[in-house]
């Protein structure tokens, strides 16, 4: 991966500390330039900071620095609700400690325990502390995590931190089209060019499912709803997979041969980035839905609205068309996204190709714990056009 690698696709390292812990010198030294403002007065790192670097040992990833955990200031209590919310996408927490003694940062760690986020804890600042060894040790016997001591002035420890960053951070690889195609299948994917498409250019999920299928020695051949006739034509034998934009499943449901398997963008990035077991039993809910159900659709862009827009329009128009006028649909984009989903029967989740895995598992598991269903776009539509039995999913 390279420095384009889309920020949904880069593991996230978020830096955790109270104020002036030295969280902006360590980013500074992690990237090898100056990206976060280093001052002594409290509350100067405001928002989240990021950086898109290349890891070494590991690769794309994207260092976060957060506002102190002990901020005070005017603005202090929405500073820290945001450095809370930065946890739903963190990969890997780095913790900064400069005493023991402090609880704010043995609350982070138990907050990534029970979220299951991998963390590396680091006494900071150790040039300028007496007996830092004393200060590891008194945080390894409560946190049972070895410290590592780190000065951002000296370089000291930098190196064994970005070695532990990169350990840390090697998972299983994921593909996006994993146990749907194999090298030397013809994959042929429909995409429709209408005024939602980006001029110029092809959307997210397009390109990396192209290049994926290249990668993977595929052949894939690219198609727009009203040419999937002729593309089929051309072909000497049926495609062994078709991938289609989820807003013309039965249309090119009617023209799939019979010996080709049929599957979505949003039902492939459901599947990579979600859980797609979870959103294929969500759709049930549907049964329960009436006109006086409340249902949220949630996006993790936060585009202009088109004329067409799936979730802003066609896809409200489906489901009032279906369940009634009076159906009330809440939307929401980007970072927003309801605490309380209680008051919902349904959620209903976009492909999130702007997220990361760790984001939509947090929204997931929000709506589990709360026990209201969720579900994907993809997954939806199919089921609303009722082809989601004879639609792959897994």
């Known amino acids: 991966m390279t420095l384009s690698t889309p920020k949904s696709e880069r593991v996230h390292v978020a830096l955790y500390g109270r104020t002036n812990a030295g969280k902006s010198s360590l980013l500074n ?36 620095d957060t506002p102190g955990l002990d901020d005070s200031t005017t603005l202090g209590g929405e500073r820290m609700a945001r450095t809370a919310k930065s946890l739903d996408s963190t990969d890997i927490a780095v913790v900064l400690f400069t005493d023991a003694k402090s609880e704010s940062e043995y609350a982070i760690i138990e907050e990534c325990r029970v979220r299951e986020i991998p963390t590396i804890v680091v006494v900071s600042q150790v040039d300028r502390l007496e007996n830092p060894s004393a200060v590891a040790q008194e945080i390894e016997l409560r946190t049972k995590h070895k410290p590592l001591l780190v000065s951002s002035a000296t370089g000291e420890g930098i190196d064994e931190l970005l070695a532990k960053i990169a350990a840390v951070g090697k998972g299983e690889e994921r593909l996006i089209t994993e146990g749907f195609c194999k090298a030397g299948d013809r994959v042929l994917l429909i995409m429709p060019q209408d005024k939602s498409a980006p001029k110029g250019r ?43 934009d989820s807003q013309a499943f039965e249309e090119v449901y009617r023209l799939k041969p019979e010996a080709s398997t049929l599957t979505s963008f949003s039902i492939l990035f459901a599947r990579y980035k979600g859980d797609i077991k979870l959103f294929t039993e969500g759709v049930k809910a549907l049964k329960g839905i009436t006109e006086s159900s409340r249902i949220l659709i949630a996006e993790a862009c936060t585009h202009t609205p088109q004329n067409e827009d799936i979730g802003r329009v066609k896809l409200p128009r489906i489901l009032r068309k279906r369940f009634g006028e009076g159906l009330q649909i809440d939307i929401v984009g980007g970072a927003d996204y309801p605490e309380d989903l209680s008051v919902y029967d349904l959620v209903i989740h976009c492909g999130a190709c702007m997220f990361n895995r760790r984001h939509v598992l947090s929204r997931i598991e929000r709506a589990r714990k709360q026990g209201v269903a969720i579900t994907n776009y993809g997954v939806i539509l199919a089921a609303l056009g009722g082809i989601l039995e004879r639609v792959k999913t897994e």
């Open 202 to 244: 092809l959307i997210q999920p397009q390109v990396q499912t192209i290049r994926e299928l290249l990668d993977r020695g595929c052949i894939p051949i690219c198609c727009t709803p009203e040419h999937m006739a002729e593309a089929l034509a051309a072909l000497e034998r049926a495609p062994e997979l078709i991938i289609t």
């Open 29 to 64: 030294r992690l990237v090898g330039q100056d990206v976060a403002i280093v001052s002594a007065t409290p509350g100067t790192t405001t928002d989240p900071v990021q950086k898109s670097v290349e890891i070494f040992g590991l690769g794309a990833g994207v260092y976060i």
